[in-house]
Nanobody, 120 residues
Framework: QVQLVESGGGLVQAGGFLRLSCAAS????????MGWYRQGPGRQRELVAT???????NYADSVKGRFTISRDSAMNMVYLQMNSLKPEDTAVYYC??????????????WGQGTQVTVSS
């Protein structure tokens, strides 16, 4: 089992910034992908950004150039620096971790979510 705990959400004005953090603990594989997803009001959960244990990074088009994902694998932490925030970034942000098996199977884990609200 893996436990994920997010922190850093809050209320910010449009154009502002926030930094989300996620601490992972438990049975974490050396091959894994950590990431951030979000779910806005009345919307489905969507990918924000992911980063692999090898350093590969993927961003949603809507956040490219504004958000930066990073990780500290030694500490099992992942971060999301969010700049130039827009009201449409308002959502519950979830941390995720996928333990990767060599068979291409994966086990996915989620945090409890942290609210980010951007006022106009």
């Amino acid at each position: 089992q893996v436990q994920l705990v997010e922190s850093g959400g809050g209320l910010v004005q449009a154009g502002g910034f926030l930094r989300l953090s996620c601490a992972a603990s438990g049975s974490i594989f050396s091959r894994n992908t950590m990431g951030w997803y979000r779910q806005g009001p009345g919307r489905q959960r969507e990918l924000v950004a992911t980063i692999t244990s090898g350093g590969g990074i993927n961003y949603a088009d809507s956040v490219k150039g504004r958000f930066t994902i990073s990780r500290d694998s030694a500490m099992n932490m992942v971060y999301l620096q969010m700049n130039s925030l827009k009201p449409e970034d308002t959502a519950v942000y979830y941390c995720s971790l996928d333990n990767l098996f060599f068979s291409n199977r994966k086990e996915s884990y989620w945090g409890q979510g942290t609210q980010v609200t951007v006022s106009s």
